[in-house]
Every structure is written in C-alpha cells, then in structure tokens.
C-alpha cells in the first residue's frame, strides 16, 4: 500500500513512517519542518516540504499519488501555549486539518487517520478511565481544535464518502525500540524527557506543576503510552474504516501520576532527579486515563511494551546517545 503521513518528521509520525515501511509499504512525508526533523525522516521516504496552510501546495502532494490513505500528525500540539495563543491555535489547527481533509475528499481518497487527543476530555477533575462515549468538554483551544477538526470529518464522511479513525491519544511518550526515532520537540515540554534530562545534568531542576492536585500524592496522573504501541493501533486502524469511520481512545490503560515519572526516571537512570514544587500550569486536567474496551475489541491491539520503566528506559537510551536530539 501507498501512504502519505503529514507530520511524519515529528516525534509520533515518524515513528508510524517506521511501522508503516517495516510492514512494506510505500510512504511519503509531508511537512513544513516547523516542529520536526528532516534527520527523522528515512532516506528512502518520498519528503515533500509543504506547508498544509497552503491549500493549493497540499492539493498538488494529494494529487501526485494514488494514496491508499492519508495519516495526518501535523498540528501544533502543546496544551500550555494554546492557553496563550488561543486564536494561532485554533486557526492553524482547524485550517491546516480543514485543508488536508479537504484535498482528500476532493480528490478521492478512501482513508484518513487522525492524530486526536485526550485533550478533548480537559473539563471536569474526573477519576475514572475515560470512553469513547465520554463527554467532550475540551480543557484548552488545542483541545477544541483537534475536537473542531474531529467535526470537519463527520462531514467529510457523510458527505464525501471519506472514511476515517480519529485516535485520541493520551501521553506519547518512550523511543523507537531499534533506536531509530526518538522524541525532539524544541522547546521539549513534555514531562518524560525533561524528567531525563534533569536526571543527565543538563538541565536545571525539573519543575513540577501543581502538587495540590485531588491525586494520591497531589500530582497529575496521565496516561503513557509506548509510541511503538501507538503506532501498532494506526496499522490496525488503517484495518478498520474500510467501510466505515471509528473513534478510539489510545492509552495504556493505567495512570501513573508525574511523581511516579520521576521515580521511574531514578531507577532506570540510576540517577536522583532534581525537582522543586512550581504552580499548576493552566490548561492541565488533574487526571487522564483512557478506557481501552472498545480499541481492543474492536482491533485486538493491546499494548506490549505498557510498563512505565520500559517506556522511560527507551526513551532514556535514545535521548543519553543523542544529547543533540536529531542536530541542528
Ligand atoms: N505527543 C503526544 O503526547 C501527543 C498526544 C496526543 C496527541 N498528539 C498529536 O499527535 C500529533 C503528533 O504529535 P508529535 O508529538 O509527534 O508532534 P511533533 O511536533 O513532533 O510533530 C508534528 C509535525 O507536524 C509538522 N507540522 C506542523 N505544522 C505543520 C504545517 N502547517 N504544515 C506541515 N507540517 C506541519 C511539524 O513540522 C512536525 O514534524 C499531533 O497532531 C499532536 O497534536 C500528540
Ligand atoms: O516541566 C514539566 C512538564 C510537564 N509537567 C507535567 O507533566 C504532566 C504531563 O505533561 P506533558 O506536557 O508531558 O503532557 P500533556 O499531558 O500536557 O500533553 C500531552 O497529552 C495531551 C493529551 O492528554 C495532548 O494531546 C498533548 O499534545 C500532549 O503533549 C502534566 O501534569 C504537566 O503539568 C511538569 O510538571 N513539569
């Protein structure tokens, strides 16, 4: 099969780019290179250097291809600055989805897969692991976002005939397990890296947000996910909107809260971590966990490598034998 992944040259696409050419597809990468690395992307893959605001740009890659389906990664996607940009988010999220969603139905493409988030759950403090069937109630424009392009498919579904899975993921986090791809965001935000690199020296003190949290030891609890596990369930996803369009959340199913990172970054490391109490950083729920029955029902995926230490572990090598992350 012939795939075209936008975003492919950041941290989850390009691993999937991975899965995808391991199973012995074709795949090519659209990207603007804002966020991710030209390094990720393999030699082999077709690189178009697009940037998805440009309708036209975006209609021509589409076009060039008989794409058997289109995986979509790009976004911006940090919760933190969404609360300060509002509108940048929600503008070039909805547009550059709208835009690839678009050329596709236009041009007749059968497949869509969509990065979504847990992000569509932020509202209310709830404990309990959260279903397809929960209550959308965004926490943040970056969660609307995604949740407004979630939208742009239920049309381009009912009435274009383009069939797709939008994957909710919760946390993305560890490194591909032949050490291939890693996670370089610039500037990293994300809890699991910087927790590592606090651990490595090379950073200053990790900041903890918020420690008053209704959590068992006042932390937030998240959800981490093995990206190789996540891009298992796109491939399996792929498998089921032959016919029809589906929505599942993508976790491991387990809640570990940020103190407990920590001490998972101790013990792989063999390092302390240094960390002080900081405020909660706005826009953060105090708890995501994903309810897997329906993913797993529906797919049979289930995750294999959903230990927290196996997680942080390849995450730790990648990031200990690339302290420049992918270079300049
Ligand atoms: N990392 C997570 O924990 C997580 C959790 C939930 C959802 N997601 C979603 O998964 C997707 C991938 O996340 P990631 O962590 O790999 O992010 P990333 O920033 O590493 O990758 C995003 C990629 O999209 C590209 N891009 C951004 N804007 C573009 C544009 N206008 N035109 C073309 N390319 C553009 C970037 O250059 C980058 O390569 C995002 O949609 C994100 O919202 C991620
Ligand atoms: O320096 C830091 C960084 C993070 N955290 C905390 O660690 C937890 C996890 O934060 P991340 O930034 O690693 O991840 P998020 O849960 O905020 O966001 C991730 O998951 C979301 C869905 O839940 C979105 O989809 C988003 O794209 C993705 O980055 C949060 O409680 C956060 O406050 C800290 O305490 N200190």
Redesign the pocket.
Known sequence: MRYLVTGGAGFVGSQVVLALLDQGHEVAVLDNLSTGHQAAIPQSVLFYNVDLMDYQATKNVVSQGIWDGVLHFAAL???GDSMREPFHYLRQNYLTGLNIVQACSEVGIKKFVFSS???LFGGPERPDPISETAEIQPGSPYGESKFLIERILQWADSVCGLKSACLR???AAGADLAGRAGEDHRPE???IP?TIDAALGRRPA?????TDYPTPDGS?V?DYIHVADLADAHIRALEQIETRSVAYNIGNGRGYS?LEIIQSVERVSGRQVPWEAAPR?QG?PAV?VADLTTLQRETGWTPKFGKLDQIVETAFRWREAHPNGYGD
């Open positions: 996607s940090l919760v988030t847990a992000a993921y919760f946390n935000t994300h809890l910087l990790l900041k903890l947000f918020g937030c998240r940020n950083r953060d995501l």
